[in-house]
């Protein structure tokens, strides 16, 4: 089998140490090893900077800094790195994979952590590797939601549109008919034909509600923050729950694209759900403000709470489908505990590149 060719820095003040790892290395038959080596922490981060490394061997003390300081000013999507730490030292082993070393070694006077150097750096690049790839597929299914999201949004669009234009357009007809056969018969009419035109009237109201619940149009024709207004009253409507909305002037006046005004909106619309479902609430208030972070919105109701356990137990696909939404959007989503009692929705949306705003 070939040898991998892998580049190794090791970041290490002390000569001897770094002599007996090139030894190592060049006797090695798990690897083609390419040794560069750093004295010092800034030294060490110069070379990382210039890429090209599989890995990094890091040694704890350095003559400039501290290897958990090397580790905070290391990029994130820098290479690997493993410790090598001195005999004692597994509280700075674990907060140094706490600050985002991959592995560590444990240095022995005699040097025998060498012989199992090569091995163990294969292993961490292994796990590299898989890592990665999960990372990656992550991100892959995250963008998938997101487009079938998306897709969703305009199925649903596309849907109301035809109810409203055939079957809204067809009703419509029909109680116009009977309307006209009402008045032809000049007070002689069928009582049937009243009858038939209330059930039109209903069949109307009917497809009406239809379709505001598919994609209401006040979201399209008057932005987000009407549509979430109107909703709280749609809710408080058919739930009896008190609900009521305040927009501060500076979220107001935001003008928000399509794609996020819809995933706000659904986000609250899902959050409301599960408040008239679940949380047995007289009250529910939504608040809209900017802070320096971005946007805040919050949907706090005076139920009966929530506890870790309810929302780890279970599927609770709704909340994760709230959290990847807002995710997409680079955001945050939170379900917490109320301050007075019951359970807040907490959502905060970074504003990058909407600062620009009305
Ligand atoms: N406002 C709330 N007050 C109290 N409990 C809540 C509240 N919101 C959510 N929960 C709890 O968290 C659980 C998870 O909510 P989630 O929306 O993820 O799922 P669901 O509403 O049960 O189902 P669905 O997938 O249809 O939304 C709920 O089953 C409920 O027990
Ligand atoms: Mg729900």
Same mark, same amino acid.
């Given at each position: 089998?070939?040898?991998?060719?892998?580049?190794?820095?090791?970041?290490?003040?002390?000569?001897?140490?770094?002599?007996?790892?090139?030894?190592?290395?060049?006797?090695?038959?798990?690897?083609?090893?390419? @040794? !560069?080596?750093?004295?010092?922490?800034?030294? &060490?981060? /110069?070379?990382?900077?210039? *890429?090209?490394?599989?890995?990094? +061997? =890091?040694?704890?003390?350095?003559?400039?800094?501290?290897?958990?300081?090397?580790?905070?000013?290391?990029?994130?999507?820098?290479?690997?790195?493993?410790?090598?730490?001195?005999?004692?030292?597994?509280?700075?082993?674990?907060?140094?994979?706490?600050?985002?070393?991959?592995?560590?070694?444990?240095?022995?006077?005699?040097?025998?952590?060498?012989?199992?150097?090569?091995?163990?750096?294969?292993?961490?690049?292994?796990?590299?590797?898989?890592?990665?790839?999960?990372?990656?597929?992550?991100?892959?299914?995250?963008?998938?939601?997101?487009?079938?999201?998306?897709?969703?949004?305009?199925?649903?669009?596309?849907?109301?549109?035809?109810?409203?234009?055939?079957?809204?357009? @067809? !009703?419509?007809?029909?109680?116009?008919?009977? &309307?006209? /056969?009402?008045?032809?018969? *000049?007070?002689?009419?069928?009582? +049937? =034909?009243?009858?038939?035109?209330?059930?039109?009237?209903?069949?109307?109201?009917?497809?009406?509600?239809?379709?505001?619940?598919?994609?209401?149009?006040?979201?399209?024709?008057?932005?987000?923050?009407?549509?979430?207004?109107?909703?709280?009253?749609?809710?408080?409507?058919?739930?009896?729950?008190?609900?009521?909305?305040?927009?501060?002037?500076?979220?107001?006046?935001?003008?928000?694209?399509?794609?996020?005004?819809?995933?706000?909106?659904?986000?609250?619309?899902?959050?409301?759900?599960?408040?008239?479902?679940?949380?047995?609430?007289?009250?529910?208030?939504?608040?809209?403000?900017?802070?320096?972070?971005?946007?805040?919105?919050?949907?706090?109701?005076?139920?009966?709470?929530?506890?870790?356990?309810?929302?780890?137990? &279970?599927?609770?696909?709704?909340?994760? *489908?709230?959290?990847?939404?807002?995710?997409?959007?680079?955001?945050?989503?939170?379900?917490?505990?109320?301050?007075?009692?019951?359970?807040?929705?907490?959502?905060?949306?970074?504003?990058?590149?909407?600062?620009?705003?009305?």
């Amino acid at each position: 089998m070939e040898r991998p060719a892998l580049n190794v820095l090791i970041v290490e003040d002390d000569v001897v140490d770094r002599m007996a790892c090139r030894r190592t290395f060049a006797s090695s038959q798990d690897a083609a090893f390419t @040794l !560069l080596e750093a004295d010092s922490g800034q030294h &060490g981060l /110069a070379v990382a900077q210039q *890429g090209q490394l599989d890995c990094i +061997l =890091l040694d704890y003390g350095l003559p400039d800094m501290s290897g958990l300081e090397f580790l905070s000013q290391l990029p994130q999507s820098g290479p690997p790195v493993m410790m090598l730490t001195g005999a004692d030292s597994a509280m700075v082993a674990a907060e140094a994979m706490r600050r985002g070393a991959r592995d560590y070694m444990v240095k022995d006077g005699e040097g025998r952590y060498l012989t199992q150097l090569p091995a163990a750096i294969l292993r961490m690049l292994r796990e590299q590797r898989l890592l990665d790839g999960k990372r990656r597929a992550e991100a892959e299914l995250r963008k998938l939601a997101a487009h079938q999201e998306s897709i969703r949004e305009d199925e649903r669009k596309r849907i109301a549109q035809e109810i409203h234009d055939e079957l809204g357009g @067809l !009703l419509t007809g029909i109680k116009a008919y009977i &309307g006209v /056969a009402i008045e032809r018969a *000049g007070g002689k009419a069928d009582p +049937l =034909l009243s009858e038939a035109a209330g059930l039109a009237q209903d069949a109307i109201a009917t497809v009406r509600r239809v379709i505001t619940d598919l994609r209401p149009s006040v979201l399209d024709q008057l932005g987000l923050w009407a549509a979430l207004e109107w909703h709280a009253e749609q809710v408080a409507q058919r739930s009896g729950l008190r609900c009521s909305c305040r927009i501060e002037p500076d979220a107001a006046e935001l003008e928000l694209d399509a794609g996020r005004s819809t995933m706000l909106f659904r986000v609250v619309q899902e959050g409301l759900t599960n408040v008239v479902r679940h949380a047995h609430a007289s009250a529910v208030l939504i608040d809209a403000w900017r802070d320096a972070a971005g946007l805040r919105i919050t949907v706090a109701d005076d139920g009966i709470g929530i506890t870790e356990e309810r929302l780890r137990n &279970g599927a609770s696909w709704g909340i994760i *489908g709230m959290q990847e939404r807002v995710r997409h959007f680079g955001g945050e989503l939170q379900i917490v505990p109320g301050e007075a009692g019951g359970t807040t929705l907490r959502l905060q949306l970074p504003l990058d590149g909407l600062e620009g705003t009305a």
